[in-house]
């Protein structure tokens, strides 16, 4: 029992649980405990700087401040309001038609912006609404805005897939391409529910008697439908990398922006822009940090070794391991952010993926699921909380209709867990290795 309670391993998790439970930052509890640590067991907390600067000194990582730029002016852009457009004129009309251009739209939006927070913002406020205008249950539009948000980080490109490869040191673009099918798999299970209950509660329809037909819809959307077009084609083609596509994707929506719709029309336009950005952008690089920091001691004092261990003690039949994985990463997502998820948990299921020979393209896209629907999970529930401040709902409204899409997300997960397929043949088909 002495050795335990002077072990390290030990010691790390629990400064980083307490603090945690306490509502304290999930960085601060992050870095706290990896300082405590290294100082206590003199670990050479001289690294610590090193370690803090490398951890953010990757030249994939800088994708995501590119495209949380990009996703940012393609919003300002009037790229989002045209292509909800879209959506509304090719399938509004029909039972729950609204609610599943939602589905639609959130989906394309995946393959603009990257984050689910920041697709609930672009879209909340003109889909929820919409919706309410045209008869929907107002908690029940929000619901469907907020769970089907959670998209954008599995539709590619995706800044969780960028951090996903970064520490499990697996190809992106084959990640990129891995998350397609899975994705579609998602929205069409999400589309299943939302259609039974337009059915049951008989929505229908738009309040919108004058909205454009679907060439005129499709020939002023048609710059924002280029765009995933643009992006994933020059990936894949071989003409650019995605950090370099990230910085295309802010130059299209710069050039769609002020020459092509003309809705970005001055330099406090752009400051607003940057200004979102760069707070955006540090909010996630301090996550980053302070989650490598912790990955880092946690692996010099055995933490990582231990945990792994423990599941395998458990059992060794794979399927167990990975239903419990699947709990322990839900669970993990109702309190905290995916990039925290990544950093801390990965590196423990890293040897589990060696063990069992699983692939870890698949694993990335299963985790990520897994991680899009925490980001709709109470008690931190990030999309909820941003659609609730759009809609101006509470919470415990929001969740009740959120509970059967989450149902048929996770439904999904369940399939793409049973059939890997799904996850490989895209980068098998592209000739793209992990």
Not at 161 to 187: D, E, K, Q, R, T
Not at 402 to 422: D, E, R
Request: proline share 6%; glycine share 10%; hydrophobic share 60%.
């Amino acid at each position: 029992m002495e050795a335990l309670l002077h072990d390290p391993a030990l010691w790390a998790l629990l400064l980083f649980v307490i603090p945690l439970l306490l509502r304290v930052p999930i960085a601060v509890a992050l870095g706290g405990a990896a300082l405590a640590v290294a100082w206590n067991w003199d670990l050479g907390y001289e690294m610590l700087s090193y370690n803090f600067y490398a951890g953010v000194a990757k030249f994939p990582l800088l994708a995501i401040p590119f495209f949380i730029l990009a996703g940012i002016i393609m919003e300002k852009a009037g790229i989002a309001a045209r292509i909800v457009d879209l959506m509304k004129a090719l399938v509004g009309s029909m039972t729950g038609g609204l609610a599943i251009a939602t589905v639609a739209v959130a989906t394309f939006w995946g393959a603009v912006s990257g984050s689910g927070p920041a697709t609930v913002a672009a879209l909340g406020l003109i889909l929820i609404p919409g919706m309410a205008c045209a008869g929907y249950n107002k908690p029940f539009a929000t619901a469907v805005v907020s769970v089907t948000s959670g998209l954008a980080i599995v539709i590619p490109p995706s800044i969780a897939f960028i951090v996903y490869g970064g520490v499990a040191n697996v190809s992106v673009p084959a990640l990129f391409a891995a998350g397609f099918i899975p994705g579609i798999v998602v929205a069409l299970c999400i589309v299943t529910a939302v259609w039974i209950i337009s059915h049951k509660h008989g929505y229908r329809g738009t309040c919108e008697p004058d909205a454009p037909s679907v060439g005129k819809a499709f020939r002023r959307a048609f710059w924002g439908v280029m765009t995933p077009v643009i992006i994933l084609g020059g990936i894949y083609g071989g003409v650019f990398t995605p950090t370099e596509a990230a910085a295309v994707a802010v130059f299209y929506g710069l050039f769609v922006g002020v020459f092509i719709y003309r809705t970005i029309t001055s330099v406090s336009e752009l400051f607003e822009i940057f200004a979102s950005t760069v707070h955006g952008t540090a909010v996630v690089m301090i996550v980053v940090t302070c989650a490598g920091l912790f990955s880092w001691v946690g692996s010099t004092v055995g933490l990582i070794e231990k945990a792994s261990a423990v599941l395998l003690g458990i059992s060794q039949n794979q399927w167990i391991i990975l239903f419990m994985i699947n709990i322990i990463l839900l669970l993990a997502g109702m309190v905290l952010d995916a990039i925290s998820i990544y950093y801390v948990f990965l590196p423990i299921m890293l040897p589990l993926i060696k063990h069992f020979s699983w692939d870890p393209i698949w694993f990335g896209v299963m985790m990520t699921i897994n991680l899009a629907i925490g980001q709709v999970t109470p008690p931190v529930a990030v999309n909820l909380y941003v659609g609730a401040n759009i809609s101006g709902l509470t919470m415990e409204e929001i969740s009740k209709p959120a509970l059967p899409l989450i149902l048929a997300a996770l439904i999904a997960l369940a399939i793409v867990v049973a059939f890997p397929s799904l996850s490989t043949f895209m980068p098998a088909l592209l000739g793209l290795s992990g």
